[in-house]
Protein backbone atom coordinates (compact mmCIF):
# COMPACT_ATOMS: atom_id res chain seq x y z
CA UNK A 1 0.00 0.00 0.00
CA UNK A 2 1.51 3.73 -0.85
CA UNK A 3 -0.67 5.81 1.18
CA UNK A 4 -2.36 7.19 -2.29
CA UNK A 5 -6.46 6.89 -2.83
CA UNK A 6 -8.20 7.54 -5.54
CA UNK A 7 -12.26 7.95 -5.59
CA UNK A 8 -14.12 6.39 -6.80
CA UNK A 9 -12.63 3.33 -8.32
CA UNK A 10 -15.11 3.17 -11.26
CA UNK A 11 -17.31 5.24 -12.59
CA UNK A 12 -19.77 5.29 -15.93
CA UNK A 13 -20.77 8.55 -16.94
CA UNK A 14 -22.42 9.73 -20.56
CA UNK A 15 -20.98 11.63 -23.20
CA UNK A 16 -21.22 15.40 -22.34
CA UNK A 17 -21.36 15.00 -18.46
CA UNK A 18 -18.83 16.60 -16.17
CA UNK A 19 -16.71 13.82 -13.76
CA UNK A 20 -14.89 14.65 -11.21
CA UNK A 21 -12.28 12.84 -9.54
CA UNK A 22 -10.45 12.51 -6.31
CA UNK A 23 -7.21 11.83 -5.07
CA UNK A 24 -5.42 12.23 -1.36
CA UNK A 25 -1.75 12.19 -1.60
CA UNK A 26 0.06 10.40 0.73
CA UNK A 27 1.29 11.79 3.95
CA UNK A 28 4.09 14.70 3.96
CA UNK A 29 4.14 14.76 0.10
CA UNK A 30 3.25 18.11 -1.97
CA UNK A 31 2.66 17.00 -5.07
CA UNK A 32 -0.12 15.35 -7.23
CA UNK A 33 0.52 14.46 -10.85
CA UNK A 34 -2.65 13.10 -13.16
CA UNK A 35 -2.32 10.78 -15.76
CA UNK A 36 -4.49 9.09 -18.34
CA UNK A 37 -3.68 5.42 -18.95
CA UNK A 38 -5.80 4.81 -22.23
CA UNK A 39 -6.45 0.88 -22.90
CA UNK A 40 -2.98 -1.07 -23.72
CA UNK A 41 -1.71 2.14 -23.67
CA UNK A 42 1.01 3.62 -21.26
CA UNK A 43 0.00 6.36 -19.01
CA UNK A 44 0.05 9.94 -20.69
CA UNK A 45 1.22 13.07 -18.81
CA UNK A 46 -2.19 15.36 -17.62
CA UNK A 47 -0.87 17.79 -15.22
CA UNK A 48 0.69 18.14 -11.81
CA UNK A 49 0.26 20.05 -8.79
CA UNK A 50 2.62 21.90 -6.41
CA UNK A 51 1.43 23.63 -3.79
CA UNK A 52 -1.83 24.27 -4.64
CA UNK A 53 -0.48 25.77 -8.01
CA UNK A 54 -0.29 24.05 -11.82
CA UNK A 55 3.15 23.13 -12.17
CA UNK A 56 3.08 21.22 -15.53
CA UNK A 57 0.77 20.75 -18.09
CA UNK A 58 0.74 17.95 -20.99
CA UNK A 59 -1.33 17.98 -24.53
CA UNK A 60 -4.66 17.75 -23.12
CA UNK A 61 -7.69 20.23 -23.93
CA UNK A 62 -9.00 22.94 -21.12
CA UNK A 63 -11.77 20.90 -20.85
CA UNK A 64 -9.18 18.89 -18.09
CA UNK A 65 -9.06 20.81 -14.99
CA UNK A 66 -7.53 20.10 -11.43
CA UNK A 67 -7.16 21.32 -8.27
CA UNK A 68 -5.04 20.76 -5.02
CA UNK A 69 -5.97 21.75 -1.92
CA UNK A 70 -4.35 22.81 1.41
CA UNK A 71 -3.77 19.41 2.72
CA UNK A 72 -2.04 18.11 -0.47
CA UNK A 73 -5.24 16.32 -1.78
CA UNK A 74 -6.26 16.83 -5.43
CA UNK A 75 -9.10 16.74 -8.19
CA UNK A 76 -9.24 16.11 -11.77
CA UNK A 77 -12.60 17.50 -13.68
CA UNK A 78 -13.05 16.75 -16.86
CA UNK A 79 -16.05 18.67 -18.61
CA UNK A 80 -17.98 17.59 -21.82
CA UNK A 81 -16.91 13.94 -21.66
CA UNK A 82 -15.95 12.40 -25.09
CA UNK A 83 -15.77 8.72 -25.73
CA UNK A 84 -11.98 8.58 -25.67
CA UNK A 85 -11.85 10.26 -22.39
CA UNK A 86 -12.90 6.29 -21.36
CA UNK A 87 -9.64 5.28 -19.51
CA UNK A 88 -7.72 4.48 -16.53
CA UNK A 89 -6.60 7.93 -14.60
CA UNK A 90 -3.68 7.60 -12.17
CA UNK A 91 -2.83 9.96 -9.69
CA UNK A 92 1.03 9.98 -8.33
CA UNK A 93 2.00 11.56 -5.23
CA UNK A 94 5.40 12.79 -4.44
CA UNK A 95 7.82 15.14 -2.34
CA UNK A 96 9.06 18.05 -5.07
CA UNK A 97 12.28 20.00 -3.33
CA UNK A 98 14.39 17.11 -2.04
CA UNK A 99 16.57 14.36 -4.09
CA UNK A 100 13.75 11.62 -3.62
CA UNK A 101 12.61 11.24 -7.00
CA UNK A 102 10.22 8.44 -6.08
CA UNK A 103 6.27 8.68 -7.17
CA UNK A 104 3.70 6.94 -5.76
CA UNK A 105 0.60 5.83 -7.54
CA UNK A 106 -3.07 4.95 -6.58
CA UNK A 107 -5.09 2.23 -7.53
CA UNK A 108 -6.66 4.24 -10.25
CA UNK A 109 -10.18 4.92 -11.07
CA UNK A 110 -11.72 3.51 -14.11
CA UNK A 111 -13.76 5.82 -16.41
CA UNK A 112 -16.24 4.65 -18.78
CA UNK A 113 -18.08 7.31 -21.03
CA UNK A 114 -20.96 5.87 -23.34
CA UNK B 1 10.94 15.87 -27.26
CA UNK B 2 11.35 13.04 -24.85
CA UNK B 3 10.09 9.56 -25.96
CA UNK B 4 10.34 5.97 -24.52
CA UNK B 5 10.15 2.92 -26.80
CA UNK B 6 9.54 -1.00 -25.24
CA UNK B 7 9.60 -2.80 -28.37
CA UNK B 8 8.68 -6.46 -26.95
CA UNK B 9 5.18 -6.09 -26.41
CA UNK B 10 4.72 -9.80 -24.35
CA UNK B 11 7.60 -11.77 -22.86
CA UNK B 12 7.60 -15.11 -21.19
CA UNK B 13 9.44 -16.55 -18.61
CA UNK B 14 9.78 -19.80 -17.09
CA UNK B 15 9.49 -20.12 -13.51
CA UNK B 16 13.09 -19.68 -11.64
CA UNK B 17 14.60 -18.49 -14.95
CA UNK B 18 16.04 -14.77 -15.87
CA UNK B 19 14.12 -12.65 -18.69
CA UNK B 20 15.20 -9.03 -20.25
CA UNK B 21 13.14 -6.18 -21.14
CA UNK B 22 14.37 -4.05 -23.22
CA UNK B 23 13.76 0.20 -23.55
CA UNK B 24 15.22 2.93 -26.00
CA UNK B 25 14.54 6.18 -24.53
CA UNK B 26 15.29 9.36 -26.58
CA UNK B 27 16.36 12.99 -24.91
CA UNK B 28 18.70 16.16 -25.29
CA UNK B 29 19.02 16.31 -21.20
CA UNK B 30 21.92 14.99 -19.93
CA UNK B 31 20.47 15.05 -15.87
CA UNK B 32 17.50 12.62 -15.93
CA UNK B 33 16.00 9.90 -13.79
CA UNK B 34 14.73 6.18 -15.54
CA UNK B 35 12.14 3.93 -13.70
CA UNK B 36 10.75 0.57 -14.38
CA UNK B 37 7.04 0.32 -13.08
CA UNK B 38 5.16 -3.11 -12.72
CA UNK B 39 1.38 -2.74 -13.07
CA UNK B 40 -0.38 -5.65 -12.38
CA UNK B 41 -4.07 -7.00 -12.52
CA UNK B 42 -4.94 -4.50 -9.99
CA UNK B 43 -3.71 -1.36 -11.70
CA UNK B 44 -1.66 0.20 -9.29
CA UNK B 45 1.77 1.61 -10.54
CA UNK B 46 4.74 -0.12 -8.57
CA UNK B 47 8.45 1.10 -8.59
CA UNK B 48 10.49 -1.77 -9.00
CA UNK B 49 13.82 0.06 -9.73
CA UNK B 50 15.67 3.55 -10.80
CA UNK B 51 18.61 4.61 -12.40
CA UNK B 52 19.84 8.35 -12.02
CA UNK B 53 21.69 9.49 -15.38
CA UNK B 54 24.69 10.65 -13.83
CA UNK B 55 25.78 7.47 -12.07
CA UNK B 56 27.58 5.04 -14.05
CA UNK B 57 26.58 2.06 -11.92
CA UNK B 58 24.05 -0.11 -12.66
CA UNK B 59 21.08 0.13 -10.75
CA UNK B 60 20.45 -3.01 -9.04
CA UNK B 61 17.15 -4.26 -6.16
CA UNK B 62 17.18 -8.13 -4.93
CA UNK B 63 16.44 -9.98 -8.14
CA UNK B 64 16.23 -6.83 -10.50
CA UNK B 65 18.55 -4.81 -12.21
CA UNK B 66 19.43 -2.99 -14.93
CA UNK B 67 21.44 -2.33 -17.52
CA UNK B 68 22.12 1.11 -18.33
CA UNK B 69 23.60 2.51 -21.58
CA UNK B 70 23.41 6.37 -21.58
CA UNK B 71 25.20 6.71 -24.85
CA UNK B 72 22.79 4.28 -26.29
CA UNK B 73 19.87 5.62 -24.38
CA UNK B 74 19.54 1.67 -23.18
CA UNK B 75 17.76 0.84 -20.14
CA UNK B 76 16.74 -2.41 -19.92
CA UNK B 77 15.65 -4.64 -16.74
CA UNK B 78 16.86 -8.17 -16.09
CA UNK B 79 14.40 -10.01 -14.02
CA UNK B 80 16.63 -12.80 -12.02
CA UNK B 81 14.80 -16.53 -10.66
CA UNK B 82 11.58 -15.24 -12.16
CA UNK B 83 8.37 -16.14 -9.62
CA UNK B 84 4.70 -16.11 -10.27
CA UNK B 85 4.58 -12.71 -9.02
CA UNK B 86 6.31 -11.29 -11.55
CA UNK B 87 3.78 -11.38 -14.04
CA UNK B 88 2.14 -8.10 -15.09
CA UNK B 89 2.59 -5.32 -17.16
CA UNK B 90 5.84 -3.73 -17.09
CA UNK B 91 6.42 0.06 -18.08
CA UNK B 92 9.96 1.86 -18.65
CA UNK B 93 9.35 5.59 -17.97
CA UNK B 94 11.62 8.25 -17.88
CA UNK B 95 11.70 11.70 -15.79
CA UNK B 96 14.00 15.18 -16.98
CA UNK B 97 15.76 16.37 -13.35
CA UNK B 98 14.06 19.91 -13.55
CA UNK B 99 10.88 21.28 -12.05
CA UNK B 100 8.09 18.87 -12.14
CA UNK B 101 10.18 15.72 -13.27
CA UNK B 102 7.20 14.66 -15.10
CA UNK B 103 7.14 10.82 -16.36
CA UNK B 104 7.13 9.77 -19.79
CA UNK B 105 5.99 6.36 -20.68
CA UNK B 106 6.97 3.24 -23.16
CA UNK B 107 3.81 1.33 -24.36
CA UNK B 108 4.76 -1.39 -21.63
CA UNK B 109 5.46 -5.32 -22.02
CA UNK B 110 3.42 -7.54 -20.46
CA UNK B 111 5.23 -10.59 -19.10
CA UNK B 112 4.26 -13.94 -17.91
CA UNK B 113 5.58 -16.42 -15.68
CA UNK B 114 5.17 -19.86 -16.70
CA UNK B 115 4.84 -22.57 -13.63
Known amino acids: ETGVTQSPTHLIKTRGQQVTLRCSSQ?????VSWYQQALGQGPQFIFQ???????GRGNFPPRFSGLQFPNYSSELNVNALELDDSALYLC?????????????FGQGTRLTVV | AQTVTQSQPEMSVQEAETVTLSCTYDTSESDYYLFWYKQPPSRQMILVIR????KQQNATENRFSVNFQKAAKSFSLKISDSQLGDAAMYFCAYAYAGNNRKLIWGLGTSLAVNP
Open chain 2, 51 to 54: QEAY
Open chain 1, 92 to 104: ASSLVGTGNTEAF
Open chain 1, 49 to 55: YYREEEN
Open chain 1, 27 to 31: SGHNT
